[in-house]
């Protein structure tokens, strides 16, 4: 399994981007999927998930503000990521964890059969 993410950038606040994160390799009947975010000092978060129930989940700090989708049929995942905020500014990356589900806690990614991207950079100014 691969992970690859793009559409990162530099954006003012208010702005809008969309990450993508094309996904190859097989797929397991139960998954979760999310974005994590990690800046300069501070922890990797989670900022949404959706798992293969169609359950999703928002940090608060992104709610309202944020969508996390996917396009079954090309195999990506977005977060489409509105009203940016200077603090939004990390490295973003998407995860897969296979064969567990519903999603419970971002935590689930730390364990077991768990796949990264590279991560793509959003700096919001």
């Known amino acids: 399994v691969q992970l690859v993410e793009s559409g990162g950038g530099s954006v003012q606040a208010g702005g809008s981007l969309r990450l993508s994160c094309a996904r190859t390799?097989?797929?397991?009947?139960?998954?979760?999927l999310a974005w994590f975010r990690q800046a300069p000092g501070k922890e990797r978060e989670g900022v949404a998930a959706?798992?293969?129930?169609?359950?999703?989940n928002y940090a608060d700090s992104v709610r309202g503000r944020f969508t996390i989708s996917q396009d079954n049929a090309e195999n990506i995942i977005y977060l489409q990521m509105n009203t940016l905020r200077p603090e939004d500014t990390a490295m973003y990356f998407c995860a897969n964890r296979m064969g567990w589900a519903p999603f419970k806690n971002y935590s689930d990614f730390l364990w077991g059969e768990t796949y990264w991207g590279q991560g793509t950079q959003v700096t919001v100014s």
């Open positions: 959706l798992d293969s129930a169609g359950n999703i």
């Open positions: 390799g097989y797929k397991s009947s139960n998954y979760l």
